[in-house]
């Protein structure tokens, strides 16, 4: 039976070009390469109420995959108008460096970064100089090398942003960039649980005071 390439909305920006679509018959594709990988990672996002454990779990998994080194969590904070890591996890050889925690952003930049997170594409960083654009926002400055951010989705809005970063050396191929974005749904699931969690604590103290 044949199966017919049907056009989609899954756009990929590259750091200085424009961005393309892949066709559906491409995402199949990537489905089906990373399906056991993928099927491990939603059941690492599920199984972990806390998105610190499951990030660090899903990083190990990755790395069968992905030149993965680092993989990061941050949320949007519109009203505290900033970007907050939530979970990291380092899977690298030796001591990881530090990371900044929070990343300031006026309100123009918040409106665009969440603008640039409906639209669905997957920036991609190969140079390792300084970042520019959104990346100098959504990325902690620290991180140099090949990076791919994707936006995760929350349920009435953007809810934050994933980025994988390489280890030294390794660079992210077409394959990679459709895997991860196929990572922003379970990682959708792990975000909303942890906001949860913490919305419980935090009526719980409420409760207690």
């Keep these: 039976m044949l199966i017919p ?30 399906r056991n990988v993928l099927l491990a990672v939603w059941q ?52 990881p460096t530090e990371l900044t925690l929070r990343t300031r952003c006026g309100a123009a930049d918040m409106r665009r970064l969440l603008t640039w997170a409906r639209s669905g594409r997957v920036l991609r960083e190969r140079s390792g100089g ?31 942003v994933l980025i994988v970063a390489a280890a030294e050396g390794g660079v992210f191929q077409d394959d990679h960039v459709r895997m991860v974005g196929l990572l922003r749904e379970p990682f959708a699931a792990a975000l909303e649980n942890d906001r949860r969690l913490h919305e419980l604590a935090t009526l719980r103290e409420v409760a207690e005071a």
């Design 130 to 160: 300084d970042l520019a654009g959104h990346l100098a926002l959504l990325v902690p400055e620290q991180l140099k090398g090949g990076l791919l951010v994707v936006a995760i989705a929350g349920l009435e809005q953007p809810a934050g």
């Design 5 to 34: 390439r049907v056009a989609c909305s899954w756009p990929v920006k590259y750091n200085g070009h424009q961005p393309w679509h892949f066709t559906g018959w491409e995402q199949f594709e990537a489905m089906d390469k990373f």
């Design 44 to 95: 690492e996002a599920c199984r972990h109420i806390e998105i610190a454990e499951a990030t660090r779990t899903i990083a190990a998994l990755l790395r069968a995959c992905l030149p993965v080194e680092r993989l990061i969590v941050r949320r949007f904070e519109p009203q505290h108008e900033s970007l907050d890591t939530v979970a990291a996890a380092y899977v690298g050889e030796g001591a």
